[in-house]
């Protein structure tokens, strides 16, 4: 089964073609990063007149890029919640089109639990990095700019959401954090280079890892923005009692870099782990996904955390991280074959419940 996905639910226009829901064909995201770098933010507006002009060329450079035609196209697939609702549109409405206008089934998928399947695709002709059956049951992070969610899943569609942030997404964090440190947009790629860097100090302040009580699986990061804040530009109100902070040297940059990115990283490792520690039944795979699942440290500490639970890491490649079509695609051939297709009334949701 061929599937041509579509994801513009943010500020990525994608179109990829998936088969048999592993194997990704091609897979063309433009991104709109130099549209909205001098707001340091997504321009809601600007990011959906921006999907209306580009879905074509890029569905035209994915079918290419596949070698395919329209017609060989089974489904069609598009990510139709959550997101911004103008962008969101662009994308249900050109899905609409295509599959009206070729007689194929229309598949409605959650972005986020998309943003789950990425790390099960593979190019042609590779091995895939990991077995699809006897993942579960399984504990899923998706952490990227507008999300941060934790789930339990029992199957692809058996999804329960047990855990969320309750202000900022971990990506957003990242992105406020290098604004903080005058670190260029996007921040959180800028902000993990920088925290890679030779002589980085991860130690250097000593900011808080959320907790949110003793039995929380949600996520907080506003605090740590906030000691990041005060731990560059000093305290508020508080400067005569306190001592300035350090110079913002390139250094002391790089050091708060490195400290905060391991606060962060020690606050997502601990919910996954108390996630772990309260499943019925010992996790069979982490599932990782979302744009921050793109940061070296997190990578490598979720490596380790699988390796001493015996659980199988499931976590995209780098290009599969962040929004893509190919996610939507491949989780549409779960979905398509378990008979839950969608009708043209398929709706655009800015929010999503589970
Ligand atoms: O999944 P994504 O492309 O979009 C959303 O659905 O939000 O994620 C984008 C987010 C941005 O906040 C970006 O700063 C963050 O992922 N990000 C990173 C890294 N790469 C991307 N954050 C930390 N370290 C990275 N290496
Ligand atoms: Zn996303």
Redesign the pocket.
């Known amino acids: 089964m061929i599937i041509l996905g579509l994801e513009t639910s943010?500020d990525?226009t994608a179109a990829a073609i998936v088969r048999d829901g592993r194997v990704v064909l091609s897979s063309v995201v433009a991104s709109q990063n130099d549209i909205h770098a001098e707001y340091a933010g997504v321009v809601p507006e600007l990011a959906s007149r921006a999907h209306a002009e580009r879905l074509v060329p890029v569905v035209r450079a994915a079918l290419e890029e596949a070698g395919i035609g329209l017609g060989m196209i089974d489904a069609v697939a598009v990510g139709h919640r959550p997101g911004l609702i103008g962008s969101l549109l662009v994308g249900v409405s050109g899905a609409k089109a295509l599959a009206w206008s070729l007689g194929r089934p229309l598949v409605g998928v959650d972005h986020v639990h998309a943003?789950l399947y990425a790390g099960v695709l593979h190019e042609p002709g590779e091995r895939p990095a990991t077995p699809a059956d006897d993942l579960f049951p399984a504990v899923g992070l998706v952490v990227?700019?507008?999300?941060t969610s934790l789930y339990r899943l029992e199957s692809w569609t058996g999804l329960t959401r047990v855990g969320a942030t309750i202000d900022d997404a971990m990506?957003?964090a990242?992105?406020k954090a290098a604004a903080i440190l005058g670190i260029p947009f996007?921040?959180?790629?800028h902000?993990?280079a920088l925290a890679e860097s030779p002589g980085a100090d991860d130690r250097a302040a000593d900011l808080p890892v959320s907790r949110l009580g003793r039995e929380s699986l949600d996520f907080s990061f506003s605090g740590l923005k906030t000691a990041l804040l005060y731990a560059a530009k000093g305290v508020p109100g508080e400067r005569s009692k306190t001592p300035p902070p350090p110079a913002l040297t390139d250094g002391r940059r790089r050091d708060l870099a490195a400290s905060f990115r391991r606060a962060a990283c020690d606050a997502a490792l601990l919910k996954i782990t108390r996630a772990f520690d309260h499943a019925p039944v010992p996790p069979r795979a982490l599932l990782v996904g979302?744009?921050?699942a793109?940061?070296?440290l997190l990578r490598r500490e979720l490596t380790r955390f699988a390796a001493a639970r015996g659980a199988a890491l499931v976590i995209p490649p780098l290009h599969l991280?962040?929004?893509n079509a190919a996610m939507i695609a491949g989780l549409a051939h779960v979905l398509a074959t378990s008979g839950r297709t969608s009708d043209l009334s398929l709706q655009a949701q800015p929010t999503t419940s589970c």
């Not at 990227?144 to 999300?147: F, N």
């Not at 996007?186 to 790629?189: L, N």
């Open positions: 943010c990525e943003h990227s700019g507008g999300h990506g957003e990242f992105d996007p921040g959180g790629p902000l993990d979302g744009g921050v793109a940061n070296r991280c962040v929004d």
